[in-house]
Structures are given as C-alpha cells and as structure tokens.
C-alpha cells in the first residue's frame, strides 16, 4: 500500500492495513532531506521533512509499539544518521530530525529495557539512493561523491536489530566521523558540514 507518513492519516491508514495482525518488527525508515540554506527554504517543504522524519516515524512507532508492550514482544528499527550528531549547515533541519531520531531512538530503548522488546537506531551516512536527488543538493559535494552502497547499510540494520543492538553506525568512515563529531567543537562541525552540503560544492 501507499500512505503518506507525514500526516497523522497516513500513519493511521497504515496501522489499520496491519489490522490484527502482530508486528514483529517495525522497520522505521520513511524520510526526506531538504538542501540549500534553511532561510532560502520553502517553509512547507521544511515542515514536510519534520513530519515525515519526526512526526510521523513517532506516530506510527507509538501505534505499533503499544500493540508490542501488550504482547512483550518485538524489534524496533528506527533510521537515524550520522548527521544527527552535527550542525547541518545548508541541511539544518534535516540535520535536526536526525538528532531528534538518535536521541529518541535510545531514550524508548531504556524505557523498554525490562520488556522483550528491543529499540536499534541504525545510523548511516551518505547513502547511494534518490535522497539527494530528492532533496535538490546533486550541486553539492555531499550529494556528487560517491556513497555507501545501500544493501550493506540495511544489512548492517538489520543485523544490530536481531542482534538487539542498541545502535549501529555503517561503515568504518562514518564511524571514524561520528567519533569525530562527539570532540570536536559544534562551529567547526558546522564548518566542515558547509564545505560538504553548501550549494556549488559539488565536484567539476
């Protein structure tokens, strides 16, 4: 089926398409990204990239995870990113969603932590797929180079989620980024995400 997960409705016509039926998993990957500076922005597409990322991935895992706790039984995989762990110059409210998608992702995994269900926030990076195409930034650096292969970002989710694994970070790059990101100052962060996500970046 097809619903738009950035309205309330959406996530209901999804959850009632489910019906009765037990969820073992819920794999929590809908999202947009949204490039070029965050004043230059369509405010509604801004607001879509925040209900399709926030609103709706809480929506739907609340539905579905009630349904869980009631049985004592289930995996969540929710798809944050590395960019939830710096200032998204040129990609600020994309950036944010992910910081709100990371944090969230583990505060539901310590409430859960005495149940048989299991909370995995699988953080990526540049991932090869329509994302950037989608989000008008093919001008960038970030959306020219080249990126991680898809299938091995959703295995490595989908491993750390049987594993019941709290969080996992793709790709030894990303993880050598992501640690970077946890010293180095937020201005220098938001820095070195202009030279990577600023329109016109992209390599000629």
Sequence with gaps: MQ??????????????????????????NAGRGLGKAFLDQNFQDARFVIDTNITGTVYLIHKVGRDMRS??????????SIAGYMPGSYQAVYNGTKAFLDSFSYALREELKDTDITVTCLMPGATETEFFRRADMLDTKVGSEEKDDPVKVAKDGFKAMMAGEGGVVSGWQNKL?????????????????????????AKT
Excluded: C, F
């Design 3 to 28: 619903a738009d997960l950035a309205t309330i409705e959406g996530g209901d016509q999804l959850y009632e398409k489910i019906g009765r039926r037990p969820v073992a998993a819920l794999l929590a």
């Design 71 to 80: 049985r004592n039984e289930g995996r969540i995989l929710i798809t944050g």
């Design 177 to 201: 980024e992501a640690a970077a990101a946890h010293v180095m100052p937020s201005e220098r962060l938001a820095k070195k995400h202009t030279e990577m996500a600023a329109p016109g970046t």
